[in-house]
C-alpha cells in the first residue's frame, strides 16, 4: 500500500463549489504539505503543519483553507472554488531525519 | 534568494543515448540540500535522490548518477543508456538549514526517450 494516499484522484466541480481534498500517511511523519502545480512549472506550497496544533501558510495561501485532523490525516479545502484554482495538488510527508520530502499520488481538480 | 534553474525545457533521445539533465541553485546558506524527482505521465512525484551540501561525492544508482559541484551550484543528473520507461519531468529542488519546510522546485525538465 501506497505511504501517502489521496482522494479523490481525480475531481469536475463548477465555480462556487466548496471542495475537499484529503490526505493520509502511515510513515509516521509529523510533518505535512499541501503544494499544487500548474502546467509547466515547478510546485508551489499551499500550507504546511508540523502537527494538529500547528498549522501554517505557504506561498500562495488565499483561497485555501486547511485542517489537520490527526497526525495521518491533512485536508485542503476550498471554499468557493474557482476556475484558477484548476491545478494538480499534492499532499506530502517529511522525513525530519533526512529533511526529504515524500509525496502522494496528485489530485487532478478541475474548475469549470 | 534561493533559486532552482532547470534551463533544459524538454529533451528528446533516442534509446540507449546518455542524457544529463541540468540543475543550478542559488542560495546564501552554507547548510542546504539538493533533491531530484521523477515524475512519470501518470503524474505522481517520485523522489529519486537526497545530497547535503557538504556531501559532494558523485552517487550512481543503476543507470542513474548525479553530479555535484559546490563551485559551480550545479547538481546535475545523468540517465545512462536510457530507455523509453525513463520518459518523464524530471524536478531538481532545493532546501535551506533553517527553513527545510520550504522546499523550492525548478520548473522541471521533460525528458523523452524514443524507441
Known amino acids: 500500500d501506497a505511504d501517502v494516499t489521496q482522494t479523490p484522484r481525480n475531481r469536475i466541480t463548477k465555480t462556487g463549489k466548496r471542495i475537499m481534498l484529503e490526505c493520509s500517511q502511515t510513515?509516521?511523519?509529523?510533518?505535512m504539505y499541501w503544494y499544487r502545480q500548474d502546467p509547466g512549472l515547478g510546485l508551489q506550497l499551499i500550507y504546511y503543519s508540523f502537527d494538529v496544533k500547528d498549522i501554517n501558510k505557504g506561498e500562495i495561501s488565499d483561497g485555501y483553507s486547511v485542517s489537520r485532523q490527526a497526525q495521518a490525516k491533512f485536508s485542503l479545502s476550498l471554499e468557493s472554488a474557482i476556475p484558477n484554482q484548476t491545478a494538480l495538488y499534492f499532499c506530502?510527508?517529511?522525513?525530519?531525519?533526512?529533511?526529504?520530502?515524500?509525496f502522494g499520488p496528485g489530485t487532478r481538480l478541475t474548475v469549470l | 534568494a534561493q533559486k532552482v534553474t532547470q534551463a533544459q525545457t524538454e529533451i528528446s533521445v533516442v534509446e540507449k543515448e546518455d542524457v544529463t539533465l541540468d540543475c543550478v541553485y542559488e542560495t546564501r546558506d552554507t547548510t542546504y540540500y539538493l533533491f531530484w524527482y521523477k515524475q512519470p505521465p501518470s503524474g505522481e512525484l517520485v523522489f529519486l535522490i537526497r545530497?547535503?551540501?557538504?556531501?559532494?561525492q558523485n552517487e550512481i544508482s543503476g543507470r542513474y548518477s548525479w553530479n555535484f559541484q559546490k563551485s559551480t551550484s550545479s547538481f546535475n543528473f545523468t540517465i545512462t543508456a536510457s530507455q523509453v520507461v525513463d520518459s518523464a519531468v524530471y524536478f531538481c529542488?532545493?532546501?535551506?538549514?533553517?527553513?527545510?519546510?520550504?522546499?523550492?522546485f525548478g520548473t522541471g525538465t521533460r525528458l523523452q526517450v524514443f524507441p
Open positions: 506530502a510527508t517529511r522525513d525530519r531525519d533526512t529533511d526529504t520530502q515524500y
Open positions: 510513515k509516521g511523519h509529523d510533518r
Open positions: 545530497r547535503n551540501s557538504f556531501d559532494e
Open positions: 529542488a532545493l532546501s535551506e538549514e533553517y527553513n527545510t519546510d520550504k522546499l523550492i
